[in-house]
């Protein structure tokens, strides 16, 4: 009795609390950039001032570099950065309604991603059909629905932008010239302008994947093609290539210190999914995160005899062992993110034999990617997503959480009734915890504070329902749908 009164008063009271986040494009600036960036010498650095409120947003950035400039009217910064060190810059942002500040770190060194990269890649949704029309329209997606305003930045292609063969004098890859009329450095030339940076594929074996050229042998020539293309990401698979952990380690190091020597910034993905224990070598090889599992498909959780059992609760259980190997410049990645797909995904919904997920549970595997200080690289058609899909990708609130300077990886600490509960401790002192509901049905759960080691007392706030929750002493109580993920950021009351 006494119990079902908690629970209906703790029902009346989340319906009274919930409220949604402000709207993206209303009110004062708030800024959202990653507190440190890293770049390394002599390359180019494009970073956009990733500012929310109502436009028109006039940009600032105080003490820039030598090297560096600033268009005001676009925030974006760009230019290149010749003497190595740590550079505190004012970031600035003001509207009608007023303005905000922030100091960032621009790192200028051998580190890139010292917080994990926010993006969008082209695989699970498009597969093969990608041209320069639609990543165009991509990039203007990404630059005007909020996405770039809250960090977001890589549109990566996948497979199959590549011709026929290489060319057959220089050895230099090419692309397919139907779905790419105007070369590579046209469309990078295009995204770039918006602030946002390009990512492509290759593969280390002597074909990629999907059976176009592979980068095998061909290492150095491709590096110095991606940077004179204007590519900032590289993604690297491992198929058509001898299989053993010695020549995972080669060929991956050889690409690792080709795209370094590059002349330019470009970051480099490693995707063996998981083979040969790549947390243990990727870094090394110049990996700045590493697949660690095949790939996801759009299904909470599949069966045990499955063999499409890669589900998003399949891939989540796989990270937890796996914390002590993430820190800034250097990531687990659990693959890409499915919010929005619906089943619709060319690559994940197995020929449209997963339904897909609820916006629940989009909301959960966006919740524990952030939490696990993942690449948050979404890949659905942002050209064309309805407002949940929007809300789920641009949780500013969450994408802080994921982004934190400290780049902790989510720890499971607790399991219990089908309840886990996950803890990332932030670069401030706060803690981040995020309880996720595995079962069916809905749940009612105490999370209490002696998990916390100490302290009974926190002030805690709500990242979905973005209010605070006041002052708790030693616990509070979650109210969890089926698959539902609850997150809270916990700070010592000042
Ligand atoms: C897989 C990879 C996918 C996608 C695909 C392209 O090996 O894991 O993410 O890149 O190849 O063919």
């Known amino acids: ?19 949604k986040q402000l709207p993206l494009n209303e009110g004062s600036p708030q800024i959202h950039n990653a507190t440190v960036v890293g770049n390394y010498p002599n390359t180019e650095l494009i970073l956009s001032i990733a500012a929310t409120g109502e436009k028109p947003i006039r940009y600032d950035a105080q003490n820039l570099p030598k090297g560096l400039k600033l268009d005001e009217a676009t925030g974006i910064i760009s230019g290149t950065v010749t003497e190595r060190g740590n550079y505190t810059v004012k970031l600035v942002a003001k509207n009608k309604h007023g303005w ?27 597969t093969k059909d990608i041209n320069e029309k639609m990543l165009m329209e991509i990039a203007d997606a990404m630059a005007s629905n909020g996405m770039r305003d809250v960090g977001y930045q890589y549109i990566n292609i996948d497979d199959f932008w590549h011709a026929e063969s290489r060319d057959s004098v220089t050895g230099k890859p090419v692309v397919d010239p139907a779905k790419f009329p105007h070369g590579m ?18 593969c280390a074996g002597t074909k990629t994947c999907g059976k176009c050229f592979g980068g095998y042998s061909f290492e150095e020539i491709d590096a110095k093609t991606y940077a004179e293309w204007g590519i900032d990401l590289l993604k690297y698979d491992f198929c058509f290539t001898p299989w053993s952990k010695k020549e995972a380690v080669e060929r991956y190091t050889k690409m690792g210190t080709a795209l370094k020597n590059s002349g330019r910034s470009i970051v480099f993905s ?32 599949g069966g045990k005899s499955n063999i499409f059992r890669n589900s998003m609760m399949y891939i989540l259980k796989r990270q937890n062992r796996l914390a002590k190997y993430a820190g800034p410049g250097h990531y687990n990645d659990p693959d890409m ?51 949940c899909t929007q809300t789920i990708l641009t949780n500013y609130e969450l994408l802080a959480i994921n982004q934190d300077a400290k780049g902790e990886q989510a720890k499971l600490v607790k399991k219990k009734r089908g309840v886990w509960v996950y803890k990332k401790e932030l670069s401030n002192g706060d803690i981040a915890v995020a309880v996720l509901n595995t079962k069916k049905k809905h749940d009612f759960f105490r999370l209490g504070f002696e998990m916390f080691e100490g302290d009974k007392t926190y002030t805690v706030r709500d990242v979905w329902k973005h209010t605070d929750m006041g002052i708790n002493n ?11 993920t609850s997150v809270y950021i916990f700070s010592k009351p000042k």
Request: proline letters at 4%; aromatic letters at 14%.
């Open 474 to 484: 030693g616990c509070v109580y979650s109210h969890l749908d089926a698959h539902e």
């Open 100 to 126: 905000k500040e922030q100091d960032i770190r621009l790192a200028i060194g051998d580190t890139l991603c010292y917080t994990p990269p926010l993006g969008w890649n082209s695989w699970n949704v498009f």
């Open 270 to 301: 490693v995707c063996n999914w998981g083979l040969f224990k790549p947390w243990k070598w990727a870094p090394q090889a110049g990996g700045q995160y590493w697949r660690t599992t095949p790939d996801i498909f759009d299904i909470w959780k």
């Open 1 to 19: 009795m006494k119990q079902s009164i908690l629970f209906l008063l703790a029902l009346l009271y989340l319906q009274l609390t919930a409220q």
């Open 185 to 202: 450095k046209y469309l990078s030339d295009y995204v770039h302008s918006k602030g946002l940076k390009l990512g492509i594929y290759s």
């Open 337 to 387: 993110l499915l919010v929005g797909n619906y089943g619709k995904g060319k690559a994940t919904s197995w020929n449209g034999n997963f339904k897909g997920m609820t916006d629940t549970e989009y909301e959960s595997h966006m919740s524990l990617w952030a939490m696990m200080a993942a690449p948050l690289l979404s890949s659905n058609d942002l050209r064309n997503m309805n407002d």
